[in-house]
């Protein structure tokens, strides 16, 4: 039976859109926060990678607390748009607040200065804008096709903000000044960039009513919960915990790839590679999700492209260690490439797979908690990236590395070296082995035959877990 279409293309663009803005405030965040506080600020790494690992204890509680509220909101716009749009704001002057630190100030202040930013950044702002914008995935549409392409539509503009933003962020900090002053400015013009589309974003697509949402069936009192029955019901659906592993681990990925800044200036002697090792990673991610919705039909489901993606994107990666060490820059690139070919199915598709994950608590547990389920995408998104930019400080720290200097030891070498080319290896053959246990969508359908619903939809038991 054909699935009822809810969305017209350009609800399906406007959406995706929304994730400029958020990869105007993660992209930059990770790739250029660290460079930024050890050389142009004078801060040491690996304090400043303790401050942001103290700063995800204090905020990776508000994962759910907003995820809650979400599910609790009842507005005219519905229950995630007001948390997408005016946690947006919050977001900017923030971002803003991370950049501009005060060169002048004592470097106790310094620090005093990005942690109380970093903090309502990611703890207070980020995760109600992000947490609101991955839910709309199921609260706009129950179309599982419109969601898988919206999730398309969705990574190819993050990955072409991420690739715009890796690729001209070093060269526009030096047009305006190199300095501090000069991150400063690049900050505000991202901040304002972001404040707009993600504005636009918002207000291009609708929310259904709930009881559409309900399947026509009526909200009972006993829907309301509190945090701690809410964590229950998380930690209750094995997929939500493997998703939230999987998350981490991206983050933790995308963070390593994030400190090739410091391996292409000191290791490659050239900071401009960074820019050009982007293309390599976001062209062919982008190429991905563009045949994502088409593969997983022709597959018949997710599981199966997202497990096969990742064994390519383990192949690429392995590759890309020999070719680091044969010192072949254009075979890196091209490995890099064949790498992320490989993990842009879960890209496009990881909210339907969150959707699913909804719906499988819906189907054992009787609640619908679709705001909740999607704090996986920021709890996933605030652990994995600031432990991630955590260690990075630590490890440079630990090998001797000080930003101002002119040289660095050859214990600092050897450490961004193994950042970037084994960690990534190791954090995809990791994920790799997470996606070959996760297969909702079979899970699904077999409770749904169990129950006698939708029981043409049940595939083969080859299929299923």
Same mark, same amino acid.
């Given at each position: 039976?054909?699935?009822?279409?809810?969305?017209?293309?350009?609800?399906?663009?406007?959406?995706?859109?929304?994730? !400029?803005?958020?990869?105007?405030?993660?992209?930059?965040?990770?790739?250029?926060?660290?460079?930024?506080?050890?050389?142009?600020?004078?801060?040491?790494?690996?304090?400043?990678?303790?401050?942001?690992?103290?700063?995800?204890?204090?905020?990776?509680?508000?994962?759910?607390?907003?995820?809650?509220?979400?599910?609790?909101?009842?507005?005219?716009?519905?229950?995630?748009?007001?948390?997408?749009?005016?946690?947006?704001?919050?977001?900017?002057?923030?971002?803003?607040?991370?950049?501009?630190?005060?060169?002048?100030?004592?470097?106790?202040?310094?620090?005093?200065?990005?942690?109380?930013?970093?903090?309502?950044?990611?703890?207070?702002?980020?995760?109600?804008?992000?947490?609101?914008?991955?839910?709309?995935?199921?609260?706009?549409?129950?179309?599982?096709?419109?969601?898988?392409?919206?999730?398309?539509?969705?990574?190819?503009?993050?990955?072409?903000?991420?690739?715009?933003?890796?690729?001209?962020?070093?060269?526009?900090?030096?047009?305006?000044?190199?300095?501090?002053?000069?991150?400063?400015?690049?900050?505000? !013009?991202?901040?304002?960039?972001?404040?707009?589309?993600?504005?636009?974003?918002?207000?291009?697509?609708?929310?259904?009513?709930?009881?559409?949402?309900?399947?026509?069936?009526?909200?009972?009192?006993?829907?309301?919960?509190?945090?701690?029955?809410?964590?229950?019901?998380?930690?209750?659906?094995?997929?939500?915990?493997?998703?939230?592993?999987?998350?981490?681990?991206?983050?933790?990925?995308?963070?390593?790839?994030?400190?090739?800044?410091?391996?292409?200036?000191?290791?490659?002697?050239?900071?401009?590679?960074?820019?050009?090792?982007?293309?390599?990673?976001?062209?062919?991610?982008?190429?991905?999700?563009?045949?994502?919705?088409?593969?997983?039909?022709?597959?018949?489901?997710?599981?199966?492209?997202?497990?096969?993606?990742?064994?390519?994107?383990?192949?690429?990666?392995?590759?890309?260690?020999?070719?680091?060490?044969?010192?072949?820059?254009?075979?890196?690139?091209?490995?890099?490439?064949?790498?992320?070919?490989?993990?842009?199915?879960?890209?496009?598709?990881?909210?339907?797979?969150?959707?699913?994950?909804?719906?499988?608590?819906?189907?054992?547990?009787?609640?619908?908690?679709?705001?909740?389920?999607?704090?996986?995408?920021?709890?996933?998104?605030?652990?994995?990236?600031?432990?991630?930019?955590?260690?990075?400080?630590?490890?440079?720290?630990?090998?001797?590395?000080?930003?101002?200097?002119?040289?660095?030891?050859?214990?600092?070498?050897?450490?961004?070296?193994?950042?970037?080319?084994?960690?990534?290896?190791?954090?995809?053959?990791?994920?790799?082995?997470?996606?070959?246990?996760?297969?909702?969508?079979?899970a699904n359908k077999k409770l749904k035959a169990e129950k006698g619903i939708t029981a043409d939809e049940v595939t083969d038991a080859s299929d299923m877990e």
């Amino acid at each position: 039976m054909e699935e009822k279409k809810y969305l017209k293309w350009y609800n399906k663009i406007g959406y995706g859109s929304g994730d !400029i803005a958020g990869n105007v405030v993660y992209a930059f965040l990770t790739s250029f926060m660290m460079v930024y506080l050890t050389d142009s600020v004078g801060l040491a790494a690996g304090v400043v990678g303790t401050l942001i690992a103290v700063s995800k204890l204090i905020d990776g509680f508000t994962d759910i607390f907003f995820g809650s509220m979400i599910d609790k909101t009842h507005s005219k716009m519905g229950k995630a748009k007001p948390w997408m749009l005016y946690g947006y704001i919050g977001c900017a002057i923030t971002l803003v607040c991370c950049f501009a630190v005060p060169v002048s100030w004592g470097t106790t202040a310094k620090y005093a200065w990005f942690f109380i930013s970093y903090t309502l950044l990611n703890g207070v702002f980020y995760t109600a804008n992000n947490i609101a914008y991955s839910a709309l995935t199921s609260l706009i549409t129950k179309n599982s096709k419109e969601r898988v392409q919206m999730g398309s539509y969705r990574f190819i503009f993050a990955f072409l903000t991420s690739l715009l933003i890796q690729a001209i962020t070093v060269g526009f900090v030096d047009k305006c000044g190199g300095d501090a002053a000069a991150w400063r400015t690049v900050a505000i !013009i991202y901040a304002i960039i972001g404040l707009i589309v993600n504005t636009i974003s918002a207000l291009s697509v609708k929310e259904l009513p709930e009881e559409e949402l309900n399947e026509g069936g009526v909200k009972n009192e006993d829907e309301k919960y509190g945090m701690a029955q809410a964590f229950k019901l998380l930690i209750k659906n094995k997929y939500y915990m493997m998703i939230c592993g999987t998350y981490i681990l991206q983050q933790l990925y995308s963070a390593m790839i994030g400190a090739g800044i410091y391996y292409m200036t000191w290791v490659l002697k050239n900071k401009n590679l960074f820019g050009q090792f982007a293309w390599a990673v976001n062209i062919p991610l982008i190429i991905a999700l563009i045949f994502t919705p088409t593969l997983v039909g022709k597959w018949k489901g997710m599981y199966k492209l997202n497990l096969r993606g990742y064994i390519l994107a383990v192949i690429g990666r392995a590759l890309v260690v020999v070719a680091g060490y044969m010192g072949s820059v254009p075979l890196m690139m091209a490995f890099t490439a064949l790498a992320a070919l490989g993990q842009g199915p879960w890209q496009g598709d990881m909210n339907a797979v969150i959707a699913s994950c909804s719906e499988y608590t819906y189907l054992t547990q009787g609640k619908r908690i679709d705001g909740t389920m999607y704090s996986c995408t920021s709890l996933g998104v605030k652990i994995g990236g600031g432990i991630g930019t955590a260690v990075v400080g630590w490890m440079l720290d630990f090998s001797g590395y000080v930003g101002t200097n002119a040289t660095q030891p050859q214990s600092a070498l050897d450490m961004m070296q193994f950042m970037y080319l084994w960690l990534p290896l190791i954090f995809d053959v990791l994920i790799m082995f997470v996606l070959s246990r996760m297969n909702v969508e079979g899970a699904n359908k077999k409770l749904k035959a169990e129950k006698g619903i939708t029981a043409d939809e049940v595939t083969d038991a080859s299929d299923m877990e």
